[in-house]
Nanobody, 125 residues
């Protein structure tokens, strides 16, 4: 089992910034991907960004120019720096830790995955 602890959500004004953190612990030896998804009210959960063990990243189009994902392997922690936030970024953000078999950077099958409890991000004036 893998445990994930998220932090960093909150209320921010449009144009502001937030940094989310997600620390993994437990049986993480098989994890090769960490990242963030989000779910807005009434919508399906969607990809924000992921980062693989080797450092390659994958971003949703909505996140590419404004968000940066990074990881500290020594701390088993992944970060999401979010800048120029918009009201449409309002959602619950979920951390994921996964063991994926990759066929390309965006095509994969999931062997196992673990999800955090979610952290609320609200962008509003």
């Amino acid at each position: 089992q893998v445990q994930l602890v998220e932090s960093g959500g909150g209320l921010v004004q449009p144009g502001g910034s937030l940094r989310l953190s997600c620390a993994a612990s437990g049986s993480i030896f098989s994890i090769n991907t960490m990242g963030w998804y989000r779910q807005a009210p009434g919508k399906a959960r969607e990809l924000v960004a992921t980062i693989r063990d080797g450092g390659s990243t994958n971003y949703a189009d909505s996140a590419k120019a404004r968000f940066t994902i990074s990881r500290d392997n020594a701390k088993n922690t992944v970060y999401l720096q979010m800048n120029s936030l918009k009201p449409e970024d309002t959602a619950v953000y979920y951390c994921v830790a996964a063991n994926r078999r990759y066929y390309s950077n965006r095509l994969y099958s999931t062997i196992e995955d673990y999800w955090g409890q979610g952290t609320q991000v609200t962008v509003s004036s």
